[in-house]
Nanobody
């Protein structure tokens, strides 16, 4: 089991950058595929990005490709999301999540594949 805590959210102007962190408890962080999701008011939770256990494989939603970068440091039990060129439509609560399954594109983009979730961190991008 792993507990996840996000940080790094805040208010930023359009075009700016933020770096989110997801700190995991326990000694099994490296055994989990990790992902980032976001949810805006009145909208469904949306897949943003995922990273494989060792970090060699990554996946991004088209809406963030080229602007966001996911990474992880297994020695620090932490995952990151570097967000550049932020847009007002990026405004949402951002969640990190972990799952112990198989790295398959059809699975890693679905919130139902993930067993563990953080509490979320608010990101607000002003125009």
């Amino acid at each position: 089991q792993v507990q996840l805590v996000e940080s790094g959210g805040g208010l930023v102007q359009a075009g700016g950058s933020l770096r989110l962190s997801c700190a995991a408890s326990g000694r099994t962080f490296s055994t989990y595929i990790m992902g980032w999701f976001r949810q805006a008011p009145g909208k469904e939770r949306e897949f943003i990005s995922a990273i494989s256990r060792g970090g060699a494989s990554t996946s991004y939603a088209d809406s963030v490709k080229g602007r966001f970068t996911i990474s992880r440091d297994n020695a620090k039990n932490t995952m990151y999301l570097q967000m550049n060129s932020l847009k007002p439509e990026d405004t949402a609560v951002y969640y990190c999540a972990g799952e112990a399954g198989i790295w398959l594109p059809a699975r890693i983009g679905k919130s139902t594949s993930y067993n563990y979730w953080g509490q979320g961190t608010q990101v607000t991008v002003s125009s």
